[in-house]
């Protein structure tokens, strides 16, 4: 098979790695809750972000968590101006789904009310209009059943994309998933390709519940022969569907449901991104920062008030979630010699332990001081707003883990 797989090892390499509890790190100049939301940010069409932290003692702005693009204030014509256009990260996953269809007769929609109601995110609207009931295929609430009809008919050599309505949900598949799709070309000798896409939404959204609010990558990134990305802009939303779509191998597409509004301009001409490699967001000198999805937006508002305090962070989106991009990480922390991960998947077991393992494995002489990992809690999603967001890594928390790094 063409997946990588990582080396093991975790148990032990965490034994010499900070690991940060979100809710243990103090500050010692926020008292109260609404102190704690210092930073207000929007982000611009380009992934920028600006405004940033209240000063102390002026009352604290809501953070904007979900990363909702606004326009930059530039003229019109300015805008317009631009090559590419303007898409909706959702919008941005439909372009390069409904490309691949059109370029490709094999390729079709597998899912809960994906036909005619367009999805519950709408990211297949008006796909089965298109293309017909066949090719966009609505299926009873049985995701057991209905992936594995698409691992079937990959089997057979279709490119069956799978519409998880929500991560969660995929749990009830996992078992097709698992000793199917994954397993299947090897167990085969190599006689059936299982080229499937399972996408769908995930992660803490706005008071969702528990069961609406998991992180499951780290689920998922344990079975071998799976391949798995995370996307974060419109950009590379649309180019890791393309990808994924082309590719040999079963991949899973995470999802953030908290971006699927976020607006980015792209190029009008087709373009496709490599499934196993990150995405330098920012170079630095100082420190680097390993992120992806929605937590790249919670390090871009850190890293602004970093580059006040005269810090310079690294950034980087590391989208493949599995295999790693060794190659990019392990020059940035050859470069920089410290590291700081910061994910939504859960700290026990999650993609920064993984992630931890693999860089002491392979860079540990590099390394000036151990790896700090910030993750969520190792709880339930609660439904309330105030404590949904204390689950969750924050902007404040960041800013302190790489002051302590850089000491």
């Known amino acids: 098979m063409a997946v990588v797989f990582q080396a093991t090892g975790a148990a032990t390499a965490l034994s010499s790695t900070i690991i940060f509890d979100s809710k243990r790190i103090q500050f010692s100049h926020l008292r109260s809750l609404s102190e704690r939301k210092t930073i207000c940010?929007?982000?611009?069409?380009?992934?920028?972000?600006?405004?940033?932290?209240?000063?102390?003692?002026?009352?604290?702005?809501?953070?904007?968590?979900?990363?909702?693009?606004?326009?930059?204030?530039?003229?019109?014509?300015?805008?317009?101006?631009?090559?590419?256009?303007?898409?909706?990260?959702?919008?941005?996953?439909?372009?390069?789904?409904?490309?691949e269809m059109e370029r490709d007769a094999t390729v079709c929609v597998i899912g809960e009310d994906v036909g005619h109601y367009g999805g519950s995110y709408k990211v297949t609207r008006g796909l089965a209009d298109k293309y017909g009931d066949l090719r966009v295929l609505d299926t009873p609430i049985a995701e057991n059943s209905f992936t594995g009809m698409a691992i079937g008919a990959a089997m057979t050599g279709l490119r069956p994309i799978v519409e998880g309505m929500n991560m969660g949900f995929l749990l009830l598949a996992f078992n097709q998933i698992s000793n199917n799709c994954g397993m299947l070309h090897y167990t085969s000798g190599g006689q059936f390709k299982i080229p499937v896409v399972i996408r769908g939404p995930g992660g803490v959204g706005r008071q969702l519940g528990a069961e609406h609010s998991q992180r499951l990558e780290s689920y998922f990134q344990s079975i071998p022969g799976i391949q798995l990305v995370a996307c974060s802009t419109p950009y590379n939303a649309k180019g890791l569907m393309k990808a994924a779509i082309r590719s040999e191998n079963p991949v899973i597409l995470f999802e953030h449901v908290l971006l699927y509004n976020l607006k980015e301009r792209i190029p009008d001409e087709e373009y496709v991104c490599n499934l196993e490699e990150a995405e330098m967001v920012r170079p630095g000198e100082h420190v680097t920062i390993l992120t992806y999805s929605r937590m790249r937006y919670h390090v871009m508002q850190a890293a602004k008030t970093l580059v006040n305090k005269g810090y310079d962070p690294e950034v980087i989106d590391i989208r493949s979630l599995k295999p790693f991009d060794l190659y990019?990480?392990?020059?940035?922390?050859?470069?920089?010699?410290?590291?700081?991960?910061?994910?939504?998947?859960?700290?026990?077991?999650?993609?920064?332990?993984?992630?931890?393992?693999?860089?002491?494995e392979n860079f540990n002489d590099y390394l000036d001081a151990p790896i700090v990992c910030l993750s969520s809690q190792d709880v339930p999603t609660p439904y309330a707003g105030t404590l949904e967001e204390w689950t969750v890594v924050q902007p404040p928390q960041i800013v302190a883990a790489v002051e302590q790094l850089c000491r």
């Open 328 to 360: 990019t990480i392990g020059n940035s922390v050859k470069k920089t010699h410290r590291v700081l991960i910061v994910e939504e998947c859960m700290r026990t077991g999650g993609i920064g332990a993984s992630l931890t393992a693999a860089i002491n």
């Open 41 to 99: 940010c929007a982000v611009k069409s380009d992934g920028r972000l600006y405004s940033g932290s209240s000063p102390r003692g002026r009352k604290a702005e809501p953070l904007i968590a979900n990363a909702v693009a606004t326009k930059a204030e530039s003229s019109t014509a300015s805008v317009a101006s631009k090559p590419g256009h303007e898409l909706l990260l959702y919008e941005a996953l439909r372009e390069g789904l409904e490309e």
